[in-house]
């Protein structure tokens, strides 16, 4: 699209004043909020926030070190956009998109970058066709063994193709067909604060399945959902946003590295690199795309790294794709919002955030979807993201506000983390919106069972954590036996079924018939247990029955194992005591 507004002048001006990432500028003319600005020799890139009388403010998106007053300030007429196109999948970007992959060991600053290299393209479309936005034109591939991309009509374009160019190289910006008189290039460029268009909301939930039993059985999120990772320091987020990137069922993974540690992000990196996608057995990083805005980066980058990521995620969305939007985190992102308030001398709300924090939020998320693409087709924008709360404490303003937004939240419980018992998603305090609508797919798809097992699931685990003060503070011999059996219970359901090893071969992700499988065997366990009870055996005698062969059975057993896991029910059972 084109990005530039008509009435736009790009007329000079200069820098009055420095303050940090923000900067006052006088003599432009003709700009409007959210227009990039390029700042002093070395083209520091910016965006105008605001505006008073003849003088702009303005953030900038690299570090201002050495730059002083009166230095030439150009304005370019159009939002911070990002340029969408075949490159992106298995590429490493930073906040403002530009590629971090092949460049120099050292960044230094510089113009908004274009994107450099030839793809070949091979049309799929011929003159006099009818071009529909979003619909792809053409295929293309990078040279090498990388895997070919669809190439988009733009999504404000569409009409008769006019003119198309044969097979062979392109760069990005030179035209390979003409549309309606517009020329047509693999770039596309789109402002990162403004929602790509689509032809409507699908209604119909879809489930996501992680592979994470804890997530898929206690908390399910669908496609197009929103879900928040809560949890303190060390409780084991990133883990678990890398566990749901690896395994998930999206066609397209979004990582955005929001100024968390480098150390960690390269982890992924690396992970992406050597792990094999067990849908395509190529290499996982070829539907990933990396947003990488470290603690180490530019404050401001970091605050538009998250939108530059959504409108990734929402060009593959467009494609027909289901797409993924994992932000570590956005805690780190509300913190450079508040940096950049403070500096402006905008009044603080709570803890010095802004008073725009949870409009933020909320137009962030409200992006999400799955929806009716343009061209006809379906695609998803599903949104994972990160929370780390000062200290724990979830009632800070990122987490409460967040919490009002968000479908699903997944909160990280400190005890379980140190007593390692991972993930540590805690069913006491974790929600999903979604789990009504998702039992209701289940039941009309094949699992009627599956509504139940949930529902007893949570159902024993509340009872069992209502009876552990009261064993700790009479002793277990003090129960009733049909209570002794519920304390059993909820250790095998957090033992056999909720933790799970993110290093396994076996474990690290689960099928949905193995879950199914694993719940149904602890509750066919329980049952019988309670059987014999009721009929008089001591619940003595059955807590000193071996259950370790189901417990194991998460681990020793195949992702999709589901005999092997009833082989191991039936060894439990087989080992019970006998009824009088």
């Keep these: 699209m084109d990005v530039r507004r008509p009435d736009a002048d790009a007329s000079a001006g200069r820098v009055v004043r420095v303050t940090g990432p923000l900067i006052e500028v006088e003599g432009l003319r003709g700009l409007a909020p959210s227009d990039t600005i390029e700042i002093g020799d070395q083209h520091l890139p910016g965006e105008v926030i605001a505006l008073h009388g003849d003088r702009i403010t303005a953030q900038v998106y690299e570090y201002t070190g050495g730059l002083a007053p009166g230095a030439a300030v150009t304005g370019l007429g159009h939002p911070l956009v990002v340029p969408l196109g075949p490159w992106l999948l298995g590429g490493v970007f930073d906040g403002l998109a530009r590629p971090l992959l092949g460049g120099p060991r050292w960044l230094g600053p510089g113009r908004l970058r274009s994107v450099t290299g030839t793809w070949r393209v091979e049309p799929r479309v011929e003159v006099g066709d009818e071009a529909v936005p979003g619909r792809p034109i053409a295929v293309a591939t990078d040279g090498g063994d990388g895997v070919p991309q669809e190439v988009p009509v733009p999504v404000d374009g569409g009409g008769l193709v006019d003119h198309i160019e044969p097979a062979g190289p392109f760069a990005p910006d030179e035209p390979f067909a003409t549309i309606a008189g517009r020329p047509v290039t693999l770039v596309e460029r789109w402002p990162v604060r403004r929602a790509r268009p689509h032809a409507g909301r699908i209604e119909e939930p879809v489930p996501l399945v992680t592979g994470q039993r804890v997530l898929d059985l206690l908390e399910p999120i669908a496609k197009g959902s929103t879900a928040a990772v809560l949890g303190g320091f060390g409780t084991g987020k990133t883990v678990l946003l890398q566990q749901i990137a690896k395994w998930c069922d999206a066609d397209v993974i979004v990582y955005v590295g929001c100024g968390e540690r480098g150390n960690e992000l390269a982890d992924v990196l690396e992970d992406l690199r050597t792990l094999d996608d067990p ?302």
């Design 279 to 580: 849908r395509t057995g190529r290499a996982l990083r070829e539907r990933t795309v990396i947003v990488a805005n470290t603690s180490n980066m530019p404050v401001m980058a970091r605050e538009a790294s998250i939108y530059t990521g959504m409108t990734i995620a929402e060009y593959y969305r467009d494609l027909g794709r289901d797409a993924v939007l994992i932000a570590d985190s956005t805690s780190r992102w509300a913190e450079a919002l508040r940096e950049f308030s403070s500096r402006a001398g905008e009044l603080p709300a709570e803890e010095g955030y802004p008073a725009g924090l949870p409009s933020a939020l909320a137009a962030f998320y409200e992006r999400a979807g799955r929806v009716r693409t343009l061209g006809g087709g379906e695609g998803s924008v599903t949104v994972v993201a990160a929370v780390s709360p000062p200290g724990g404490d979830f009632t800070e303003p990122v987490s409460a506000h967040t919490q009002r937004f968000v479908r699903a939240v997944w909160t990280l419980d400190r005890d379980l983390a140190y007593a390692r018992h991972y993930p540590a998603v805690t069913w006491r305090a974790s929600f999903s919106r979604d789990s009504d609508d998702i039992a209701t797919w289940h039941a009309t798809n094949g699992d009627t069972a599956w509504p139940e097992r949930r529902a007893r699931i949570l159902g024993l685990l509340a009872e069992s954590d209502r009876l552990e003060p009261i064993a700790q503070l009479v002793g277990r011999s003090a129960l009733p036996g049909r209570e002794r059996i519920v304390l059993l219970t909820g250790r095998l359901i957090r033992e056999a079924l909720l933790q799970q090893s993110a290093i396994s071969e076996n474990d690290a992700y689960s099928e949905p018939a193995k879950q199914a499988a694993i719940a149904d065997a602890v509750l066919v366990v329980h049952d019988r247990c309670q059987e014999l009870v009721a009929k008089g055996v001591p619940a003595t005698l059955i807590e000193e029955v071996d259950f370790g062969t189901l417990v194991r059975a998460r681990d020793e057993t195949a992702p999709g194992a589901v005999s092997a896991v009833e082989q191991c029910r039936d060894g439990v059972l087989s080992s019970l005591p006998q009824a009088p």
